[in-house]
């Protein structure tokens, strides 16, 4: 497994996905406590549920597009 790639992924992902959600909570006029909590939690909750996926499908040789670490195999291409 290319856990390096993914914890590279994961580590640019986290800030990204936490500002956007606590912003929000923060915009829709909840404490600023309140939403930090709410970040932290749904992406952890959020990466998790996407992390054990992406291993899975790497597991089992499952290609996936978005996330392009297993080789597409086509056969009409040499």
């Keep these: 497994m290319p856990i390096k790639k993914w914890a590279a992924q994961y580590g640019i992902a986290?800030?990204?996905?936490?500002?956007?959600?606590?912003g929000v909570q923060y915009l829709k006029g909840q404490t600023l406590g309140y939403s930090v909590e709410f970040g932290v939690i749904w992406t952890v909750i959020?990466?998790?549920?996407?992390?054990?996926?992406?291993?899975?499908?790497?597991?089992?040789?499952?290609?996936?597009?978005v996330c392009n670490d297993i080789p597409h195999q086509n056969e009409n291409q040499p």
């Design 14 to 22: 986290f800030p990204i996905i936490f500002v956007l959600l606590a």
């Design 46 to 65: 959020s990466l998790s549920i996407f992390a054990a996926r992406r291993a899975y499908n790497f597991r089992k040789n499952i290609a996936c597009q």
